[in-house]
């Protein structure tokens, strides 16, 4: 059986209908109060009738329209003659009073049960939006029970985009050092290499050459790196679509890592359809296939295997890279995919690379309308998750 899913209820809606509510039983209390009074005095009234007089009444009263002008002269003499004089006009007025004053308290009571339940809430966020303007990013606002779900939802949203500000904060804060180590260390090594020559120290030949070379390909590569994480940041990342084989692509990715593939004994498996045509920037994609398999052979070459496969899932291209390595800490999932992070055991700096590998990984997906997430999965290894949109055709 098919549950039905719940609209969410608005904020809107929820005032609306506790406002109408108390609008409602004010207007109870008063209008039902007069209504009773009003029935207990006709009903005194009546029974002050002469006997025959009420039989009389109660006959004309079954055919009022053959019997209007009769029945007027008894409402006025026995009922309602005196209804309008000023004491009776009095006593409405003071019983009016008191039902206000009984119905007052409930209006207040229930004005200020409903401002509670929003102001808490609208409080609590207010109180942390006020501490992250001050630049404590690590504010987030508490959820408060029985609150309009628009209000919990907005204190969900806030927390996560708190959450989000903090951790582009940290990012900043640390990859600012890390790009000044980063950027200065190729970059001494290469002066140095080169007042080495030019102080005679190192002879001018084509193997100094190449070693400085080297630390020039290392320090460009690094700042076409970050130029693209600025780029895609920004929004500004270009892409040139064209459609293409996804399988043929991993099958040439992996050509180009087929030396280091082999030497490390890894075992590689291709789960993708043929035909699977694929409508993104070729050239980005590739590169992002690149990372995922570099990050396999610098950090899971134990499990000695790669798994990529792929399928159609809700309109969506799920692309998967499985390994059967370390995978990653619990408590580093969270973390992986920032700019120039690696994890003091399972992501050493001697292993390699810069750090901005998954973080270049995801500026592509997301330049593509896509995600990637990083996963471990059952039984050990790493599985990272690659989600495009609805842009390609089975052939």
């Known amino acids: 059986m098919k549950l039905a899913t719940r609209r969410p209820e608005t904020l809107w809606r929820w005032i609306s209908v506790r406002m109408i509510a108390l609008a409602v039983i ?4 008063v209008g039902g109060g007069m209504w009773y009074r ?9 029974e002050a009738i002469p006997e025959p007089v009420r039989q009389e009444l109660d006959a004309l009263e079954a055919a009022p329209g053959e019997n209007r002008a009769r029945l007027r002269q008894i409402y006025g003499e026995y009922l309602y003659g005196d209804y309008f004089a000023p004491e009776m006009v009095r006593e ?3 019983i009016f009073a008191a039902l206000v004053m009984i119905a007052l308290p409930l209006i207040i009571a229930g004005g200020v049960w409903v401002s509670l339940r929003l102001s808490r809430q609208l409080g609590a966020v207010a109180v942390s939006a006020c501490a992250i303007s001050r630049g404590d990013f690590s504010s987030r606002a508490s959820l408060v ?3 309009p779900p628009a209000l919990q939802n907005l204190t969900i949203n806030f927390n996560h985009m708190a959450e989000r500000l903090q951790r582009y904060d940290r990012e900043q804060q640390e990859s600012s050092a890390v790009i000044a180590h980063e950027l200065r260390t190729p970059l001494t090594a290469a002066i140095g290499r080169l007042q080495g020559i030019l102080d005679g120290v190192f002879p001018t030949e084509p193997a100094q050459l ?13 700042t076409e790196d970050l130029h693209l994480l600025s780029m895609a940041n920004a929004g500004q990342l270009d892409l040139s679509l064209n459609e293409f084989t996804l399988s043929a692509l991993c099958k040439e990715r992996l050509a180009w890592a087929a030396k280091t593939l082999e030497a490390l004994m890894m075992r590689v ?3 993708i359809p043929e035909r699977l045509m694929l409508l993104a920037d070729r050239d980005r994609i590739g590169q992002l296939l690149s990372i995922v398999i570099d990050n396999t052979l610098r950090y899971a070459t134990t499990g000695q295997e790669l798994v990529l496969r792929a399928h159609v899932q809700h309109g969506e291209l799920i692309l998967l890279a499985e390994d059967r390595g370390p995978g990653f800490a619990p408590e580093h999932l969270d973390r992986v995919c920032e700019r120039f992070w690696r ?4 992501r050493s700096r001697h292993a390699g690379g810069s750090g901005l590998g998954l973080s270049i990984a995801v500026a592509i997906c997301a330049a593509h309308g896509g995600a990637l997430t990083v996963h471990n999965r059952s039984g050990g290894g790493a599985r990272i998750r690659i989600r495009l949109p609805l842009r390609f055709t089975v052939r």
């Open 26 to 29: 004010a207007l109870a209390v």
């Open 38 to 46: 009003f029935a207990m005095w006709n009903s005194k009234m009546r």
């Open 92 to 94: 409405d007025m003071l």
């Open 145 to 147: 029970a029985h609150t």
């Open 210 to 222: 190449e070693v400085l070379m080297r630390q020039l390909r290392q320090l460009n590569r690094l």
């Open 269 to 271: 498996e291709l789960h």
């Open 343 to 346: 994890a003091e055991y399972s």
